[in-house]
Nanobody, 124 residues
Framework: QVQLVEFGGGLVQAGGSLRLSCAAS????????MGWFRQAPGKEREFVAA????????SHADSVKGRFTISRDNAKNTVYLQMNSLKPEDTAVYYC?????????????????WGQGTQVTVSS
């Protein structure tokens, strides 16, 4: 069992930066691929980025490539999402998720565990 808690959301102006963190409980964190997803009001949850269990492979949605970077620190049981050059269309609730051997699959249903989400609002 893995429990996930996201931190770091907030209100930022367009062009600004935020770093989201997702802290995981349980000793098996380092065996899970981790992903970030987001959901805007009235829209489906969408893939943002993912990283393999050892950190050797990452993938990012086209909409965030070059602006967002996923990383992880297995010693701290934490995965991060560095978000730069934020745009109003990045406004959403951001969720982290854990799944075994899921990368590069971007579907929500392949992930087993989810956090409660953290709100990111980008003002224009």
């Amino acid at each position: 069992q893995v429990q996930l808690v996201e931190f770091g959301g907030g209100l930022v102006q367009a062009g600004g930066s935020l770093r989201l963190s997702c802290a995981a409980s349980g000793r098996s964190f380092s065996t899970y691929d981790m992903g970030w997803f987001r959901q805007a009001p009235g829209k489906e949850r969408e893939f943002v980025a993912a990283i393999t269990w050892g950190g050797g492979r990452t993938s990012h949605a086209d909409s965030v490539k070059g602006r967002f970077t996923i990383s992880r620190d297995n010693a701290k049981n934490t995965v991060y999402l560095q978000m730069n050059s934020l745009k109003p269309e990045d406004t959403a609730v951001y969720y982290c998720a854990a799944g075994k051997g899921v990368v590069p699959d971007t579907r929500t249903q392949v992930y087993d565990y989810w956090g409660q989400g953290t709100q990111v609002t980008v003002s224009s």
